[in-house]
């Protein structure tokens, strides 16, 4: 089916299943060699499949999380959107193994601006530009680096 498509095509029917949070649906749209890079993760490239549990954790910590595309923009195989992103930390975060972040029940809002590749009617690549507030807030960034320092580096 996403062959047929395009990539303006494939990235809001992709945007559509990750909006409902229906990540089965949303990773259908996402080759196997998949990569999503940005500040949350110093651009290190992640893969789909730990996308995808980054995701379930995510949405889990966050029930009320959504996110309402703004504006898109297609030429060829890229598209670029502009989202804002609401959420409130509700639930436990597990982001690693063997840490887990407990709630502050503080709400969140960023602006993200993510640049989609598209080859053979699945996404390639996503480069995410995100205001970060969620990190600012929750210091999510800074807790996974001081609990890898110490040595509690998950194993491959």
Same mark, same amino acid.
């Given at each position: ?28 749209? &996402? ?6 890079? @940005? ?29 309402? &595309? ?16 609401? @959420? ?9 193994? @063997? ?58």
């Amino acid at each position: 089916m996403a062959e047929n498509m395009t990539a303006e095509e494939v990235v809001r029917a992709w945007n559509d299943a990750y909006s409902r949070k229906d990540l089965e649906a949303t990773l259908a749209l &996402m080759s196997e060699d998949f990569i999503r890079l @940005g500040d949350s993760s110093h651009w290190t490239p992640i893969n789909k499949k730990d996308w995808g549990q980054i995701m379930i954790d995510f949405f889990k910590a966050f029930p009320d999380w959504h996110w309402d &595309m703004t504006t898109l923009t297609a030429s060829g195989d890229r598209v670029v959107c502009e989202f804002t992103e609401n @959420g409130t930390f509700t639930d436990p975060y597990p982001v690693l193994p @063997g840490l887990v972040l407990a709630p502050t029940g503080e709400s969140y809002t960023d602006y993200d601006c993510d640049c989609f590749e598209v080859k053979d009617g699945l996404i390639t690549e996503i480069r995410a530009y995100v205001t970060n507030e969620l990190d600012r807030k929750f210091r999510f960034v800074s807790k996974i680096e001081e609990f890898l320092s110490t040595g509690n580096a998950p194993e491959k």
